[in-house]
């Protein structure tokens, strides 16, 4: 029998879950988690949109700036070079994204940033099976 309580109790596994999977992952993974929670923020805020919950869409949207603030401060000048520099630039494309998804070209705005993290993070998938 379902009723309201088991969505609590799967929030908390879910919140469980994710804490564990972090807790043993690699530097490598750690990103890949970002990425994955990014594209998930993003596709909420989409589904929010759909919804008309303008409310809800700026709060998935805001946690999807956030990943992806938190993303560009990760990066290493230094090590990373060029790399690191065209990666800044790509999450700051998706950033003005997300931060002009609003009105009636918020749909395609959010699209826009799902469409640049997706080939960015697909990379990261490719680059941790080798």
């Given at each position: 029998?379902?009723?309201?309580?088991?969505?609590?109790?799967?929030?908390?596994?879910?919140?469980?879950?994710?804490?564990?999977?972090?807790?043993?992952?690699?530097?490598?993974?750690?990103?890949?988690?970002?990425?994955?929670?990014?594209?998930?923020?993003?596709?909420?805020?989409?589904?929010?949109?759909?919804?008309?919950?303008?409310?809800?869409?700026?709060?998935?949207?805001?946690?999807?700036?956030?990943?992806?603030?938190?993303?560009?401060?990760?990066?290493?000048?230094?090590?990373g070079g060029d790399i690191s520099t065209a990666l800044a630039i790509v999450y700051r494309e998706a950033s003005n994204c997300l931060n002009d998804a609003r009105g009636?070209?918020?749909?395609?705005?959010?699209?826009?940033?799902?469409?640049?993290?997706?080939?960015?993070?697909?990379?990261?998938?490719?680059?941790?099976?080798?």
């Amino acid at each position: 029998m379902y009723y309201a309580g088991n969505r609590s109790v799967a929030q908390s596994y879910g919140a469980l879950d994710a804490t564990s999977r972090v807790a043993a992952a690699s530097p490598h993974e750690l990103v890949a988690i970002l990425f994955e929670q990014l594209l998930l923020r993003i596709d909420r805020a989409a589904r929010c949109i759909d919804r008309g919950d303008i409310a809800a869409m700026l709060q998935s949207r805001a946690k999807a700036s956030d990943i992806l603030n938190a993303l560009e401060e990760s990066l290493d000048f230094e090590r990373g070079g060029d790399i690191s520099t065209a990666l800044a630039i790509v999450y700051r494309e998706a950033s003005n994204c997300l931060n002009d998804a609003r009105g009636e070209e918020a749909a395609a705005k959010l699209q826009a940033a799902r469409d640049i993290i997706s080939e960015v993070a697909d990379a990261w998938t490719e680059i941790g099976k080798r």
